[in-house]
Antibody, heavy 115, light 107 residues
Framework: QVQLVQSGSVLKRPGASVRLSCKAS????????MNWVRQAPGQGLEWMGWINTNSGNPMYAQGFAGRFAFSVDNSVSTAYLQITSLKDEDTAIYYC????????WGQGTLVTVSS | DIQMTQSPSSLSASVGDRVTITCQASQGLNSDLNWYQQRPGEAPRLLIY???NLETGVPSRFTGSESGTHFTFTISSLQPEDVATYYCLQYRDYPRTFGQGTRLDLK
């Protein structure tokens, strides 16, 4: 069955960087795009963008170009989200979610940014 | 960008009640709309895809329909395990956009 398993919660200082992972199993990783979705505490879902897992080409939603970077390693069926120069407002749960139609979701990674 | 206006933002209902949530799209979606359930502390789960199709394993009390740019999500008989926040998502165009969410609890 399709599974997306994300890396564990992290606590970071402002200004630091973090890389989150999303390991896929149960399907051909390069056949489906991977999306990233952010959910700030007590808030709704916000689409950050997606990456073509075959070509590695990313597309970022407005507001997520610059400090956010999507990448993939097809050899281990894993997608990554890197966030640099972390700010307090980056505190959120980050989800990976499969395909252009967004069908399966990872369990989420909580990133807490605090001094 | 396609705007998704979801309503209500919250509602309370009793077990057995019929519950309806709507999403209004700012332009045509060609049925490219999903409905998700997010229980507290969990990731979203796909319930309805392509506006009216029930995802495998999802109880039949959940249904979706569309009329032009107006989309409706219905729970025919509310169960305690349905307490959650529900979201619509359009995947007709980029950027993908979610509705604001509807928080459903028991009266």
């Amino acid at each position: 069955q399709v599974q997306l398993v994300q890396s564990g919660s992290v606590l970071k200082r402002p200004g630091a960087s973090v890389r989150l992972s999303c390991k896929a199993s149960g399907y051909d990783f390069t056949t489906y795009a991977m999306n990233w979705v952010r959910q700030a505490p007590g808030q709704g879902l916000e689409w950050m963008g997606w990456i073509n897992t075959n070509s590695g080409n990313p597309m970022y939603a407005q507001g997520f170009a610059g400090r956010f970077a999507f990448s993939v390693d097809n050899s281990v069926s894993t997608a990554y989200l890197q966030i640099t120069s972390l700010k307090d407002e980056d505190t959120a749960i980050y989800y990976c979610a499969r395909d252009r139609v967004i069908d399966f979701w990872g369990q989420g990674t909580l990133v807490t940014v605090s001094s | 960008d396609i705007q998704m206006t979801q309503s209500p933002s919250s509602l309370s209902a009793s077990v057995g009640d019929r519950v309806t949530i709507t999403c209004q799209a700012s332009q045509g979606l060609n049925s490219d709309l999903n409905w998700y359930q997010q229980r507290p502390g969990e990731a979203p789960r796909l319930l309805i895809y392509a506006a009216s199709n029930l995802e495998t394993g999802v109880p039949s009390r959940f249904t979706g329909s569309e009329s032009g740019t107006h989309f409706t999500f219905t729970i025919s008989s509310l169960q305690p395990e349905d307490v959650a926040t529900y979201y619509c998502l359009q995947y007709r165009d980029y950027p993908r956009t979610f509705g604001q969410g509807t928080r459903l609890d028991l009266k």
